[in-house]
């Protein structure tokens, strides 16, 4: 492969809530599920591209994240998973797919999110990455995304191998793709079957007639556990069974098959061995127990807790009203980043700097977690309630989120700012090598990274080193010196993000 795989399509926040049943609602005759645990993974687009990357794929996800908590959930279990997101702006709300399960088996299924939004204009680096693609796949679910014309174009105009993952309230393929890989149903839907006509007679009618209508190069109908059938050159279909018949949980398997085919024609596999190679991978997926065993270990939920003073500008709710208000009003959106372990006077200088290249601040702030990974099981010396707060306070800052990773990227994957600010002390690089390592994923969006000037000689590490040889933090360089309520620890701790659901928004002055 010469370039990454390359998925597009609508993602969902799917939550799988488990729980026991052991009464029923007294005003109702339901059972009542207790909840004892649940799992948030991506759905749609994001778990085949989840699927891809599992394998050992570079794998870009192009997909729309809308300004919500669970856009925000998405783009931390998306990078946890080794998927590069390049996000467009979606209007409205993430959209949710919520199961209730007791003793493995799906009780309801709840859905959230209300109609599809519309997904924003692609920058020139999503049509650069589908062009340079090895593949491409289109997981449609319907929302959107595949229906945007300037994506369309690049699709038709890319020379990697597409296949088209269709769906019923779904467009149409574009001419030319390699593949497309619609399950029965979904053939049934979008050509009706003949009165009195075999399950194989049907499912070959169904791939025939889409592929005519779409001039694709071959469709394969997937029949559950019995495996595809394959039409493409000549007029007698291929029939691929599935290497062994499983019974189980077959949420995502149709994701899975077709994330199996687009890595085989990756690799230069012929179609008809990309869809063998796809049967064998649903099919063992099944066996293998689904969805609940196939991806990686579940990435921690946001903790949700009460705001203390300040809270509300801290958290995901906060950020995400002063992103709706910004970019409504066609303002620019500035973030910067980093520990503010010991807010001083050179944090202080650089965010006042940020704050006025645009409309709004949003600061991205290592938790403790992610703090005590970069540096040492002995810092942070501020808990992240405190340095959260202390952030909030002051004028230039908007609203603040909390991460746990050891870098920004799931935040600003998120967040899509306009311009990522770091004071000049990070200033650095040769040649055309970009200064700051946010560079790359700012361009996803049209995005910039830039350096203000830097206050010398405030550094916290000094600071601390100075405090523990018995030295005394100066005035100037420490704003905790002249807070001292600040370093209280009986305040309740804001929501890390991208949980938050407690937080309301606010706007700073």
Request: negative net charge; contains cysteine; proline residues 8%.
């Given at each position: 492969?010469?370039g990454?795989?390359v998925?597009?399509g609508?993602?969902?926040?799917?939550?799988?809530?488990?729980?026991?049943?052991?009464?029923?609602?007294?005003?109702?005759?339901?059972?009542?599920?207790d909840?004892?645990?649940y799992?948030?993974?991506?759905g749609?687009?994001?778990?085949?591209?989840?699927?891809?990357?599992?394998q050992?794929?570079?794998?870009?996800?192009?997909?729309?994240?809308?300004?919500?908590?669970?856009?925000?959930?998405?783009?931390?279990?998306?990078?946890?998973?080794?998927?590069?997101?390049?996000?467009?702006?979606?209007?409205?709300?993430?959209?949710?797919?919520?199961?209730?399960?007791?003793?493995?088996?799906?009780?309801l299924?709840?859905?959230?999110g209300?109609?599809?939004?519309?997904?924003?204009?692609?920058?020139?680096?999503?049509?650069?990455?589908?062009?340079?693609?090895?593949?491409?796949?289109?997981?449609?679910?319907?929302?959107?995304?595949?229906?945007?014309?300037?994506?369309?174009?690049?699709?038709?105009?890319?020379?990697?191998?597409?296949?088209?993952?269709?769906?019923?309230?779904?467009?149409?393929?574009?001419?030319?793709?390699?593949?497309?890989?619609?399950?029965?149903?979904e053939?049934?839907?979008?050509?009706?079957?003949?009165?009195?006509?075999?399950?194989?007679?049907?499912?070959?009618?169904?791939?025939?007639?889409?592929?005519?209508?779409w001039q694709?190069?071959?469709?394969?109908?997937?029949?559950?556990?019995?495996?595809?059938?394959?039409?493409?050159?000549?007029?007698t279909?291929?029939?691929?069974?599935?290497?062994?018949?499983?019974?189980?949980?077959?949420?995502?398997?149709?994701?899975?098959?077709?994330?199996?085919?687009?890595?085989?024609?990756?690799?230069?596999?012929?179609?008809?061995?990309?869809?063998?190679?796809?049967?064998?991978e649903?099919?063992?997926?099944?066996a293998?127990?689904?969805?609940?065993?196939?991806?990686?270990?579940?990435?921690?939920?946001?903790?949700?807790?009460?705001?203390?003073?300040?809270?509300?500008?801290?958290?995901?709710?906060?950020?995400?009203?002063?992103?709706?208000?910004v970019?409504?009003?066609?303002?620019?959106?500035?973030?910067?980043?980093?520990?503010?372990d010991?807010?001083?006077?050179?944090?202080?200088?650089?965010?006042?700097?940020?704050?006025?290249?645009?409309?709004?601040?949003?600061?991205?702030?290592?938790?403790?977690?992610?703090?005590?990974?970069?540096?040492?099981?002995?810092?942070p010396?501020?808990?992240?309630?405190?340095?959260?707060?202390?952030?909030?306070?002051?004028?230039?800052?908007?609203?603040?989120?909390?991460?746990?990773?050891?870098?920004?990227?799931?935040?600003?994957?998120?967040?899509?700012?306009?311009?990522?600010?770091?004071?000049?002390?990070?200033?650095?690089?040769?040649?055309?090598?970009?200064?700051?390592?946010?560079a790359?994923?700012?361009g996803?969006?049209?995005?910039?990274?830039?350096?203000?000037?830097?206050?010398?000689?405030?550094?916290?590490?000094?600071?601390?080193?100075?405090?523990?040889?018995g030295?005394?933090?100066?005035?100037?360089c420490?704003?905790?010196?002249a807070?001292?309520?600040?370093?209280?620890?009986?305040?309740?701790?804001?929501?890390?993000w991208?949980?938050?659901?407690?937080?309301?928004?606010?706007?700073?002055?």
């Amino acid at each position: 492969m010469t370039g990454p795989v390359v998925v597009v399509g609508d993602t969902l926040l799917d939550r799988d809530v488990e729980g026991v049943v052991n009464r029923l609602c007294p005003d109702s005759p339901v059972p009542v599920l207790d909840e004892t645990e649940y799992v948030d993974r991506p759905g749609g687009a994001g778990l085949a591209a989840v699927f891809a990357a599992a394998q050992g794929a570079e794998v870009v996800l192009v997909t729309a994240l809308a300004d919500d908590a669970g856009g925000a959930r998405l783009s931390v279990l998306l990078n946890a998973a080794g998927v590069q997101v390049y996000a467009l702006p979606l209007a409205g709300s993430t959209a949710e797919k919520i199961r209730l399960r007791a003793r493995g088996r799906v009780l309801l299924r709840h859905d959230r999110g209300g109609p599809a939004g519309d997904p924003g204009e692609p920058s020139e680096a999503v049509l650069r990455v589908i062009a340079n693609a090895s593949a491409v796949l289109v997981s449609d679910y319907g929302r959107g995304v595949a229906r945007h014309p300037a994506l369309r174009a690049a699709l038709a105009a890319t020379r990697a191998p597409v296949v088209w993952d269709p769906h019923p309230r779904g467009p149409a393929a574009v001419p030319g793709v390699h593949l497309a890989t619609p399950n029965e149903s979904e053939a049934r839907e979008l050509i009706p079957a003949l009165p009195g006509a075999t399950r194989l007679a049907t499912a070959s009618r169904g791939a025939q007639g889409l592929r005519r209508r779409w001039q694709a190069g071959a469709v394969a109908v997937t029949l559950g556990g019995d495996g595809a059938l394959l039409c493409h050159a000549g007029s007698t279909p291929l029939v691929v069974p599935a290497p062994n018949s499983a019974e189980g949980d077959t949420c995502g398997a149709g994701d899975r098959f077709a994330a199996a085919a687009s890595l085989a024609l990756a690799q230069g596999a012929l179609v008809s061995e990309a869809v063998q190679a796809a049967v064998a991978e649903a099919s063992a997926y099944v066996a293998g127990g689904g969805v609940a065993t196939a991806l990686p270990p579940p990435v921690r939920p946001a903790v949700s807790t009460a705001a203390g003073v300040g809270g509300e500008r801290v958290g995901v709710a906060a950020v995400a009203g002063v992103l709706a208000e910004v970019r409504a009003a066609g303002g620019t959106v500035v973030a910067t980043g980093g520990c503010f372990d010991l807010l001083h006077a050179g944090h202080v200088a650089t965010l006042q700097a940020a704050r006025r290249l645009g409309d709004c601040l949003i600061v991205c702030m290592n938790s403790d977690t992610s703090v005590a990974g970069l540096k040492g099981p002995e810092r942070p010396v501020v808990p992240q309630g405190d340095r959260s707060r202390l952030l909030a306070a002051l004028g230039c800052v908007d609203a603040v989120m909390i991460f746990d990773e050891p870098t920004p990227d799931a935040a600003l994957s998120w967040l899509r700012p306009d311009i990522w600010v770091k004071g000049g002390d990070y200033a650095g690089g040769a040649g055309d090598a970009p200064a700051l390592p946010e560079a790359e994923i700012l361009g996803r969006w049209g995005g910039h990274t830039v350096v203000v000037p830097y206050l010398d000689g405030r550094s916290t590490t000094d600071m601390i080193a100075a405090a523990r040889a018995g030295g005394q933090l100066t005035g100037a360089c420490c704003a905790e010196s002249a807070h001292p309520a600040a370093w209280s620890a009986s305040t309740p701790e804001p929501p890390v993000w991208p949980g938050g659901t407690s937080a309301t928004t606010g706007r700073a002055r």
